[in-house]
């Protein structure tokens, strides 16, 4: 595990392929449509929940399965017991209730109950509610009576669980129309929603239901209140994606103090009575920081690394512990010292997650996940894994060098195949999910197309020129909709788009364009509707004098660029599919199947069967070698050869 942290550790993992190395070579002979498994595509320790219960802190995995809860004692630094949750993608939420840990999952939205005193690690794991229909529980907390309460996606729901006698009670959506819950806090009388993706705070009632908008009006334009923190009155509140942290008092909301920090997210607080301080991480800096409530005065404590995501802080004595990403760091108050302890090397080994993107420069492939990008190289055969600070969503060969497309807020970053991964721009204008990315030799530009920060709507394509550092992005190219997909050839972006906006969103269209974009005058030249009914172009590709798209519904098409018509049609599986193209002929895959286009007569083949990808959002994955020796994509969780 490579990590640009105070603590710089190295960890090659071996690669579980059939040929350990020299795998070029070895593939000379093999028949077309053989398959060589390559072993885990993407491994990661990456926690989101966290909670610290008698010396001990408690961390949830996400993307991995099993998700798996790792109890971090702070005296031996080692975990010491590794609970496995039976469902589950991961784990956001946690609230602790005396010695017994709650923990709440997604996809499915279960409740489950850890009794950390147990000697049997395998008993002490109990599911005592769910949240269906919602699929995620994203916050918890608990009262001071013992009741466990918790905010859901995409219902937007607050619930109430009871340890004592099992009920759940169900107050519906803390905001109708809103999704999201992402934050809960709770006293003796009121729980505290956090909302979005329109910002709204909401003290709703325990006994009567009852509930008010507490956020203050001039806030009302944030996108989330993603954060909160409550401690002896003082409800302290994260929103997003501007910074600021508001100190309310909750005897009468009317009365705050406002924090302003340069930058867009705060995502972990904690308040110290004791010295009347308050101290939160806010990204993308991954800052430490301490607001002295005495003074006024905001200081930075510390800066972990560059990105640095804190998930929970908490005050221990003199000293600070944060759970950031993989690793515990421990800020000593006195002292100003930083350390940190890694959980991989602590006890919590990695495991296979749902991959982002993959590309492949011809001796390595590269694959993208949470926090990191796994580099298998192919002559080695070894992996290892790169630390990045976000998620890649498009990764493009350039010159050779990687350029990561990188969730949140649309980063650039440049990774050398030897070096960690070296942010260099930002896109901006209100976008925050790159969705596809593709270079053009001939124009020089890297060619972004991106999704809108959470609420918003209007996608943008940027246009990258690697050489002199030069970004310009255009939003709302095809109005209200996102850039799902990109193809570049003499000179014009072809613009797939996706009725889907920033998430949140109610579409204010119904069919995904297709827009030609002058990349020398840098203006849409045309825009048609491809697949009426279609609402996503999820794949294009350029090759000869058409330009192949390929919707969610399964219908591929050509178009002539000269026409700007569609020319022919196809069908293949429905889904998020994703296309290459090798010479004159175009390979496809929706995570099941690859089949084989020949654009001339628009005929598809299966290549390939059987392989049941699984990732995370955005398209299959699917990359070719520049060669064209090969395909490179998922069966399950591993990367796989595909020789051509």
């Known amino acids: 595990m490579r990590r640009r942290t105070l603590l710089l550790t190295t960890l090659a993992a071996p690669l579980a392929a059939t040929w350990p190395a020299g795998l070029a070579s070895a593939a000379d002979d093999l028949a077309p449509g053989t398959i060589t498994d390559l072993g885990p595509a993407s491994e990661v320790t990456s926690v989101n929940g966290a909670e610290l219960i008698d010396g001990t802190i408690y961390t949830a995995t996400g993307g991995v399965s099993p998700t798996v809860v790792g109890a971090y004692a702070l005296a031996d630094q080692r975990v010491d017991r590794r609970y496995e949750l039976p469902t589950g993608g991961g784990a956001w939420a946690t609230a602790s209730v005396g010695t017994d840990l709650y923990v709440g999952t997604y996809t499915p939205g279960d409740l489950y109950r850890i009794d950390t005193t147990s000697a049997t690690v395998s008993t002490a794991v109990t599911k005592v509610a769910s949240v269906s229909p919602d699929s995620f529980i994203w916050a918890l907390a608990a009262s001071p009576d013992g009741k466990l309460y918790g905010g859901t996606y995409p219902g937007g729901r607050v619930f109430e669980y009871d340890p004592a006698t099992g009920v759940k009670r169900d107050y519906g959506a803390a905001v109708p129309g809103e999704q999201y819950v992402r934050s809960i806090a709770v006293d003796a009388t009121t729980i505290y929603a956090g909302v979005g993706s329109h910002a709204h705070l909401i003290a709703i009632d325990r006994a009567t239901g009852a509930r008010r908008e507490i956020l203050p009006p001039a806030y009302a334009d944030r ?12 409800l302290a509140a994260g929103l997003s994606a501007t910074g600021t942290m508001l100190l309310i008092d909750t005897a009468d909301p009317t009365r705050y103090e406002v ?49 640095a995501a804190f998930g929970r802080i908490f005050v221990t004595g003199d000293r600070l512990r944060g759970v950031v990403t993989n690793t515990i760091v421990t800020y000593d108050l006195t002292t100003g010292a930083l350390s940190g302890v890694d959980l991989t090397e602590a006890g919590m080994p990695p495991a296979p997650e749902l991959a982002m993107a993959i590309t492949t420069d011809g001796p390595r492939v590269y694959v993208s996940g949470k926090a990191g990008v796994q580099v298998h190289d192919l002559v080695a055969g070894t992996s290892e894994r790169r630390f990045l600070p976000g998620e890649a969503k498009a990764m493009t060969p350039v ?41 053009s030799p001939a124009d020089k530009l890297l060619v972004v197309g991106t999704e809108p ?20 992005a255009y939003r709302d190219v095809i109005p209200d909709q996102s850039i799902r997909s990109v193809a570049v050839k003499h000179g014009t972006a072809y613009l797939g788009g996706s009725i889907n906006n920033g998430l949140g969103t109610t579409p204010r269209t119904t069919q995904a364009h297709l827009a ?105 994955l699917l990359a070719a070698a520049p060669d064209g020796s090969a395909l490179y994509t998922l069966r399950g969780r591993n990367l796989v050869r595909i020789q051509l």
Do not use: C
């Open 223 to 234: 996108t989330f209140v993603a954060t909160l923190e409550l401690k002896d009155g003082i």
């Open 259 to 307: 924090v302003q920090t340069n930058d867009n997210y705060v995502t972990a607080i904690a308040i110290d009575s004791a010295r009347n301080d308050v101290y939160f991480g806010t990204r993308p800096s991954g800052t430490l920081r301490k607001y002295d409530r005495d003074t006024g005065e905001l200081s930075t404590l510390a800066v972990p690394y560059d990105g």
């Open 399 to 439: 010159g050779g060098d990687i350029w990561l497309s990188v969730y949140t807020l649309a980063y650039l970053f440049k990774m050398s195949p030897d070096g960690d991964p070296e942010r260099v721009a930002t896109i901006g204008h209100d976008q925050t999910r790159p969705l596809d990315a593709v270079y």
């Open 453 to 472: 920060e959470y609420g918003r709507y209007g996608g943008a394509v940027a246009l990258f020129d690697p050489r002199t550092g030069a970004l310009d």
């Open 516 to 620: 030609g974009f002058d990349l020398a005058t840098r203006t849409k030249t045309w825009d048609i509707v491809p697949v009426p009914g279609a609402t996503q172009i999820v794949s294009l590709t350029a090759t000869g004098d058409r330009v192949i798209g390929l919707t969610e519904t399964g219908v591929l098409f050509a178009v002539d660029p000269a026409r700007r018509a569609v020319v022919a049609t196809v069908s293949v599986i429905a889904g998020q599919g994703r296309m290459v193209r090798v010479g004159d002929v175009v390979y496809g895959t929706t995570g099941k199947d690859v089949w084989r286009l020949d654009p001339a007569t628009m005929t598809v083949s299966t290549f390939v069967t059987g392989l049941n990808n699984q990732w995370y959002g955005g398209s299959a």
